[in-house]
T-cell receptor, first 116, second 114 residues
Framework: GAVVSQHPSRVICKSGTSVKIECRSL??????MFWYRQFPKQSLMLMAT?????????EQGVEKDKFLINHASLTLSTLTVTSAHPEDSSFYIC????????????FGDGTRLSIL | AQTVTQSQPEMSVQEAETVTLSCTYD???????LFWYKQPPSRQMILVIR??????QNATENRFSVNFQKAAKSFSLKISDSQLGDTAMYFC???????????FGQGTTLQVKP
C-alpha cells in the first residue's frame, strides 16, 4: 500500500518551455503533498506544501510564479515549471501524506528535468 | 529553526559487518519525529526507520536500529550484517509534530564492499 506515482520520470526540453510534472497517490487519499528539489549528491530541499483544494505554501526563496503547484483532487498534485531555463535543471521529487500531519510521507520516484 | 547535521559525507563497510551513521539535530521542540531514509542509485526515497521523540525505547527494524539520545539531540543509525543492497545515500530527517514538514540532513553515502 501507500504507492505514489510520479510522471514523467525524465524530461529533456528546450529553454523557455513550460514543463508539468504529475504526482498521484494510487491507493490512498493524499490530503497533503510536498514538492522537493534535489541537486546531484545533495539533500532534498522542500519547495512547497500543497493541501487539496487550497493554495500551496511555498518555502522561502521559491518563486511561486515560476513553480506553479495545483492540488485539485485528493489523489493528484501537479508542479509546472514555467518558462524553464538551464538553472531549473534538477531532480524533482514529490511526496504524499494521508490523514493527520503525523502520518509518514510516501515518496514518488522523482523526475529528472534537463533544460537545454 | 530546526537543523539536521550529518557529519559523515561518505562511509564504507565490508559486507556482513556493522556500520553506524551519525546524525545530530537542533530544536527547541519537545515533541517531534525523527526518520532515516535510504536513497539508492534509483533515487527512490525509502523509509528505513522512524522514532517518536516521546518514546525512550530505540526503534528497530530488522537489521536497522537507532540510538536515540534526546538530551544530546543525537539520532544514529546502526546497520548490522551489511548487505550489498544497503549501498545508498542515507538521509536523517526531522519532523516537528503537527507540521508534517520534513527537514533533511545533508546525507551520507554508504558503500558496502563485497
Amino acid at each position: 500500500g501507500a504507492v505514489v506515482s510520479q510522471h514523467p520520470s525524465r524530461v529533456i526540453c528546450k529553454s523557455g518551455t513550460s514543463v508539468k510534472i504529475e504526482c498521484r497517490s494510487l491507493d490512498f487519499q493524499a490530503t497533503t503533498m510536498f514538492w522537493y528539489r534535489q541537486f546531484p549528491k545533495q539533500s532534498l530541499m522542500l519547495m512547497a506544501t500543497s493541501n487539496e483544494g487550497s493554495k500551496a505554501t511555498y518555502e522561502q526563496g521559491v518563486e511561486k510564479d515560476k513553480f506553479l503547484i495545483n492540488h485539485a483532487s485528493l489523489t493528484l498534485s501537479t508542479l509546472t515549471v514555467t518558462s524553464a531555463h538551464p538553472e531549473d535543471s534538477s531532480f524533482y521529487i514529490c511526496s504524499a501524506r494521508g490523514g493527520d500531519s503525523n502520518q509518514p510521507q510516501h515518496f514518488g520516484d522523482g523526475t529528472r528535468l534537463s533544460i537545454l | 529553526a530546526q537543523t539536521v547535521t550529518q557529519s559523515q559525507p561518505e562511509m564504507s563497510v565490508q559486507e556482513a559487518e556493522t556500520v553506524t551513521l551519525s546524525c545530530t539535530y537542533d530544536t527547541s521542540e519537545n515533541n517531534y519525529y525523527l526518520f532515516w531514509y535510504k536513497q539508492p542509485p534509483s533515487r527512490q526515497m525509502i523509509l528505513v526507520i522512524r522514532q517518536e521523540a516521546y518514546k525512550q525505547q530505540n526503534a528497530t527494524e530488522n537489521r536497522f536500529s537507532v540510538n536515540f539520545q534526546k538530551a544530546a539531540k543525537s539520532f544514529s543509525l546502526k546497520i548490522s550484517d551489511s548487505q550489498l543492497g544497503d549501498t545508498a545515500m542515507y538521509f536523517c530527517a526531522f519532523m516537528k509534530t503537527n507540521t508534517g514538514k520534513l527537514i533533511f540532513g545533508q546525507g551520507t553515502t554508504l558503500q558496502v564492499k563485497p
